[in-house]
């Protein structure tokens, strides 16, 4: 089982539409998450952090359920540049801060 | 401020031909990492620092060096490429040291590497 697992998609949605990707982690001990955006040949850029409280950026919210162990990611009114490939990122807070990355969930937002 | 910078941008070697991947960073921070990205597949680790001085193995080591050469730079070595290298090699970097603290990482552009 892989420690970080996400959703392929691809997820194809109309302008406007709200989506929301979940991540599940693995490593109960894990601390510290984030919401990364990849375009495509690209480098991964942040997009967020993610809070046992929740936390909000404009169109973008995202979750954590340590319960469950799981990160989601809510996109509402999507936009055409919200298309992307989504990457969960986990990180247990040992060894420097080494991160594991998810696959990815794939994002593209239609006319 | 440039972040994190790479060179080369793209590179084709012939099987068994060694290269080293430049990557520096300019935000003064302790941790640096290499990760590989092939098609349609997420990161994987090759090797991190998380401060000058120091280097570990990650994920997928096998067939490449790294050399930690100060606090901005982590360079990335193939001794002898083969076919299965064949890849988009990024760089990070992140405040996070070796106390384990763990900050966002920042990410160079990548290079994209052939190796036929």
């Known amino acids: 089982r892989k420690e970080v697992e996400q959703d392929p998609g691809p997820f194809n949605v109309p302008e406007g539409a709200t989506v929301a990707f979940n991540c599940t982690y693995s490593n109960s001990a894990s601390q510290s998450f984030f919401w990364y955006r990849q375009d495509c040949r690209k480098e991964p850029k942040l997009l967020m952090s993610v809070y046992s409280s929740g936390n909000e950026d404009g169109r973008f919210t995202a979750q954590l359920n340590r319960a469950s162990q799981y990160i989601s990611l809510l996109i509402r009114d999507s936009k055409l540049s919200d298309s992307a490939t989504y990457l969960c990122?986990?990180?247990?807070?040992?060894?420097?801060?080494?991160?594991?990355f998810g696959d990815g969930t794939t994002l593209t937002v239609k006319p | 401020n440039a972040g994190v910078t790479q060179t080369p941008k793209f590179q084709v070697l012939k099987t068994g031909q060694s290269m080293t991947l430049q990557c520096a960073q300019d935000m003064n921070h302790n941790s640096m990492y290499w990760y590989r990205q092939d098609p349609g597949m997420g990161l994987r680790l090759i090797y991190y620092s998380a401060s000058e001085g120091t280097t570990d193995k990650g994920e997928v080591p096998n067939g490449y060096n790294v050399s930690r050469l100060n606090k901005r730079e982590f360079s990335l070595r193939l001794e002898s490429a083969a076919p299965s290298q064949t890849s988009v090699y990024f760089c990070?970097?992140?405040?996070?040291?070796?106390?384990?603290?763990?900050?966002?990482?920042?990410f160079g552009p990548g290079t994209r590497l052939t190796v036929t």
């Open positions: 990070a970097s992140s405040e996070g040291g070796l106390a384990g603290v763990s900050y966002e990482q920042y």
């Open positions: 990122v986990v990180n247990f807070n040992t060894n420097a801060g080494k991160s594991t």
